[in-house]
Structure formats: structure tokens, C-alpha cells
């Protein structure tokens, strides 16, 4: 499904996941986590039918009940959106090295997103408070949580739908703004996490509608701040900065329809981290390509996504000032899926999954091996973040299956049960925190555990929904065992969320 460059960029929906646009806010049905699939926040709402990871939905367009724009009778050639998020989580047990205990957190984010369109023009800005409430110095908050009252969105962009007759449309955005590609998994406009990724730059979309879209952009990435613990718990306020000594770019190509309604993607991704006053780096000088071909589920079918990426590069081995030594990097990724949904009531649909991200098979070497996820999202393929955040996209082996169903058309449910083994059993479970889970000598074992979710969402109407889910991860030897590891005991999360949008 595309929209018109007359409103915002040409967009095709392609995630591998379910999406409904409520307003501002795209939803990806809770076995995944609610995640934004737009380049800029659009204007109304679309529906794009049946991806290939999440929940199935209505599949009904609807405009928000409670709606600002109509009730303030503001012109159409201005948009207003407003959404009000409130997350309160849980989590008995730990598992990152060194804590003790459980944590609850209530986590709130409101987002205010204005834009106003002239002819072929549009000129944006998205305001987001994002506050986390129930947090202390031992929870270990940091700006993937808490960034106060900032922009996250300043553009200008314009576009024409019909570029010289020639049939192909077109759009220029600069300024600041969020990035979305893809499956996601190296740049993701995220959504479960309270905080969202930007970028400030400039980036050109093309598309011929039925056949192809490509993406250019070049950008600076956008640092939170503060990022001290203290002033962080406080909801202290401080402007966002660009990072002006890193820069990421990058092209996204992608084929419709190749044969069999499979689609295909190729991309390139160069990114180019120097240290600055605001944030010590390791300092990364990475290519990425890779390339991703799926199939959509649909009912009485089969669909399946297959995605490699590859990395290159040099990396330092800490972010300290005093290390100036060069590693050379080398690290892979691979994800496959296999689904089929069953043309019966519910529409349940079973996949089978895999993932594999690379980690560092010797510490003492001068080459890296760990696979980087650079500014990707991680919830819709290893479960929920926000205070658990057990898994990501490096130094990981992990199969699993995934069951989701609709016993109604407002009710998502779904089912995820994974597998994890480190890749390498030398390098870092690497979501264990500062201290994390290490064996460098590889004497323990590499299993990690296993990890069960159920997820439910419940859609009251187009304006408000509620979203629940429990995660419990059966620890496994390493998880025990490994040095600095916590107690043994297993791991239970649990969530529950309201989404307002008017």
C-alpha cells in the first residue's frame, strides 16, 4: 500500500509484521511490540494487511474516534496528532551481572506530532516527554528510557508523485527526523522502547509504485541527553544534540513483486563514529550490506523471510580515551522464517524461526567477530524491552516458534517460545549490562536458556488500546554459571499498557 507524495513520502509496508495506522501511531499487533513503520508521522491512516511476524488484525481502516484535528476544526492542510502512552512493568529475579532482585518501573510517553502542507511542500515537527517513574540508582536507567521533553522531528520535504511524467514519484526531506527501513533490524523507528532514534540529515525517496523504491539518506545521528544516572532519575531536561562527528548513510533498494508476490531488498549502510564531547565511542567505522527476500502471509499460504547481513570494518575495544588500538571487524547475521496461517476461524498462523548474529571468537586477538545491530529494533524477533531486555541481535544462536491468532477482530493474542545459545562461547551475553556474563576461556556452557511470551491486545476503539504480556526465560547453564552470574533463579517479566491517540 503507497501514499501519496502530495501528503508524505510514498511508503510500502513491509516489515514482516502486522500494522494498522491509528492517527499518528502505527500498531504491529503484540506478539511483536507497537512499532511506528513511517518515515515521517502521517496524516491519516492506512491499512496495510497480514506481514509476515506479527498478530493478524482487522484489517479495517479508522480514523482515531477522538479526534483533535476535527475537534479543534483545524484546516486540512494542517495536521495534528497527539498520543499518550502509560507502561507499568515488572520484572521478580535478574539476570545481568551483579544485580540482585526484581524492579517495577511505570514508564510515560506523550508525543505531539504538527504538520503543515503547501502544494508540494510539507514542514514537520514531533515533540516527544519521555519519563520513566519507579526507577532508582539500581534499576540502571539510561536514555533508552528517559529523554525529557526534546524534539525528536524538525523537517522540511518535497516531494512530486509524478516526477517529469515519467511515472516515478519522488521526495526530499531535510532536517531532522526518524528512519525506518526494512525489516527493522538496522534502522528502526522504535516504539516499545520509550525513547526513539533520530537522526538530523537529509534523505531521498524514490519509487516507482509498482515495481521499485529506493531510499538515500546521509545523517548525523541524534545523541539523548543528559545521559548521567542522577540527572536522569531527576527527569532533568537538556536539548538534544547532533553528534557531529559520527555519520551514517546509506541506500535501501527494493523490488515488488519479483515472482510469486515475493518482494526483495538490497541495501548498503557505511557508518563513521569519531569520539565527541558528549559521547566516548568505540569508535565503529562499519559497511553493512545485506539483502532480504519474504513473501506476506496470507490465508491457505505459506510466506517466509530470509535476511543476511554482512559487516566490515574497524572497531576500538572500549571506549576508553587511553584506547587508541584498531580492531579489525568482521561479523555476519542471518534470520529465516517459515509460516503458514490456516484459513479457519481465529486465522491462527504458525512459524517457525532462526537467528544467528555472530560474536568475537577470541578477546585476545586483534580482529572482532561481534555482529552489530547499529540503530536496529529487537522486540518483534527476541521479545519485550523497557526493564527486561534479556536478548539482542549479537553473539546469539537462537531458533524458536511463534503462534498467533485473532479470536476477534479488536483481539490479538499471541505465543513466542525461543531457544538461545551463545554464538560464540567466549564473547559476552551482551545484554547483561557493564559487568556482563563473560567466559573467556569457554569453559561453560554455552546455553543460555529458554524464553516463553504471551502477549494479548485488546482494541477498544480506534482511539484507545490496551496491551498486555508475560515473559518467563528458563535460565540455562550459562546463565548460572557464567562468572558474575546472579542467582539462579528464573526470570518473570510482565507488562500491561494503555495507548491513547486523538
Known amino acids: 500500500m503507497y501514499l501519496s507524495l502530495k501528503s508524505l513520502p510514498i511508503v510500502k509496508l513491509n516489515s514482516g509484521l502486522n500494522f494498522v495506522y491509528f492517527g499518528v501511531a502505527m500498531i504491529a499487533f503484540p506478539a511483536q511490540a507497537v512499532d511506528k513503520v513511517n518515515y515521517t508521522k502521517p496524516p491519516f491512516a492506512v491499512f496495510s494487511s497480514q506481514m509476515n511476524d506479527g498478530l493478524r488484525g482487522g484489517g479495517k481502516y479508522q480514523k482515531p474516534v477522538w479526534n483533535l484535528h476535527d475537534f479543534l476544526k483545524l484546516p486540512n492542510w494542517l495536521t495534528l496528532n497527539v498520543e499518550q502512552r502509560t507502561r507499568y512493568e515488572t520484572m521478580d529475579g535478574c539476570f545481568r ?25 510539507r514542514l514537520g515537527g514531533e515533540f516527544l516527554d519521555s519519563r520513566e517513574f519507579g526507577a532508582d540508582e539500581g534499576s540502571g536507567i539510561n536514555t533508552n528510557a ?33 528512519l525506518n527501513f526494512g525489516s527493522r533490524r538496522l534502522i528502526a523507528r522504535n516504539v516499545f522502547r520509550n525513547t526513539i532514534n533520530s ?45 557531529q562527528n559520527t555519520w551514517f548513510s546509506g541506500a535501501f533498494f527494493e523490488l515488488f513483486d519479483i515472482a510469486w508476490n515475493i518482494n526483495g531488498e538490497l541495501y548498503l549502510y557505511h557508518l563513521d563514529e569519531q569520539d565527541s564531547a558528549n559521547n566516548a565511542t568505540r569508535n565503529r567505522r562499519y559497511f553493512t550490506p545485506g539483502f532480504r527476500f519474504y513473501r506476506k502471509a496470507s490465508p491457505a499460504e505459506f510466506d517466509f523471510q530470509t535476511e543476511t547481513i554482512g559487516q566490515f570494518g574497524t572497531v576500538r575495544g572500549s571506549t576508553k580515551e587511553s584506547d587508541g588500538k584498531n580492531l579489525d571487524h568482521a561479523a555476519w547475521m542471518q534470520h529465516v522464517d517459515l509460516g503458514y496461517t490456516f484459513d479457519i476461524p481465529w486465522t491462527p498462523r504458525l512459524a517457525l524461526e532462526w537467528d544467528y548474529a555472530s560474536g568475537d571468537k577470541n578477546p585476545d586477538d586483534n580482529h572482532d567477530q561481534r555482529f552489530d545491530t547499529l540503530y536496529g ?48 562461547d567466549t564473547d559476552s551475553w551482551t545484554t547483561t549490562g557493564t559487568t556482563a556474563l563473560r567466559d573467556k576461556a569457554g569453559k561453560t556452557s554455552n546455553y543460555i ?54
Open 449 to 502: 536458556g529458554q524464553q516463553l511470551e504471551l502477549t494479548a491486545r485488546y482494541d477498544f476503539n480506534s482511539s484507545l488500546n490496551f496491551e498486555t504480556g508475560w515473559t518467563h526465560l528458563f535460565k540455562g547453564d550459562f546463565a548460572k554459571d557464567a562468572p558474575n552470574a546472579p542467582t539462579g533463579k528464573d526470570i518473570d517479566y510482565f507488562y500491561v499498557q494503555s495507548l491513547l491517540r486523538f
Open 377 to 424: 529494533a529487537r522486540r518483534f524477533d527476541f521479545g519485550p524491552t523497557g526493564i527486561y531486555g534479556a536478548f539482542a541481535r549479537s553473539n546469539i544462536n537462537t531458533p524458536g516458534y511463534r503462534i498467533t491468532a485473532n479470536p476477534r477482530s479488536d483481539l490479538q493474542l499471541g505465543v513466542s517460545h525461543r531457544a538461545f545459545w551463545l554464538a560464540s
Open 146 to 178: 528517559v529523554d525529557d521533553a526534546d524534539f525528536i522531528q524538525g523537517y522540511l520535504a518535497y516531494g512530486d508523485q509524478n516526477i517529469n511524467y515519467s511515472g516515478i514519484g519522488g521526495e526530499a526531506i531535510v532536517g531532522r527526523q526518524t
Open 199 to 243: 537522526f538530523t540529515g537529509a534523505r531521498i525517496h524514490l519509487t516507482d509504485y509498482n515495481s521499485w523504491q529506493l531510499n538515500v539518506f546521509t545523517a548525523m545521528p541524534v545523541l539523548r541527553l543528559p545521559t548521567d544516572e542522577s540527572q536522569l532519575l531527576d527527569n532533568r531536561q537538556q536539548w538534544d544534540e547532533e553528534d
Open 97 to 121: 551481572g551483579g544485580c540482585k532482585g526484581g524492579d517495577q518501573q511505570i514508564p510515560l510517553q506523550t508525543d505531539v506530532f504538527l504538520e503543515a502542507r503547501w502544494k508540494g511542500f
